[in-house]
């Protein structure tokens, strides 16, 4: 099959037709904010795309309590996210992808690295009085 403008425009649209048949699976009423992780909201953060960001927001709240096991998965969607965050199969569609994204960035220790090590940069050293001589004193 030839990529046509014509081909794209129609896979782009099938791809909308699923994105809003996954969205329907992972309905929630509430909208979902990490106000510790991301206090400007997820789209303001620059860590994620528009569409991740509406992803978060717009069914965060069922997507963390899928990950933390607090409910079960109510069909094969989101058993199929369940499966993708655990490791078992590769995230394979923007809601999974978007809550391993969100996942890795507040889950793992990022590492900082300075221009300077661990040491302290050690000043002066007091000399002792033991070091002068009576002499000195004169």
Known sequence: MYHTPANNWYE????????SLLRQAFVSQRQFYDDQNFPR??????HFTLLEASILEQHGVVLKSLYNKAVEPQNEHQQQFVNA????????????????KY??????????????????????????????SEADNL
């Open 103 to 132: 996942l890795k960035l507040t889950t793992c220790k990022t590492k900082f690295h300075t221009l300077f090590g661990r040491s302290k940069i050690s000043g002066p050293t007091p000399i002792s009085q033991d070091y002068y």
């Open 41 to 46: 909201g997820f789209s303001r953060s620059g």
């Open 85 to 100: 965050v655990s490791g078992i199969v590769e995230p394979s569609n923007p809601i999974e992808r978007a809550w391993v």
């Open 12 to 19: 782009g649209t099938a791809m909308s037709n699923d994105i």
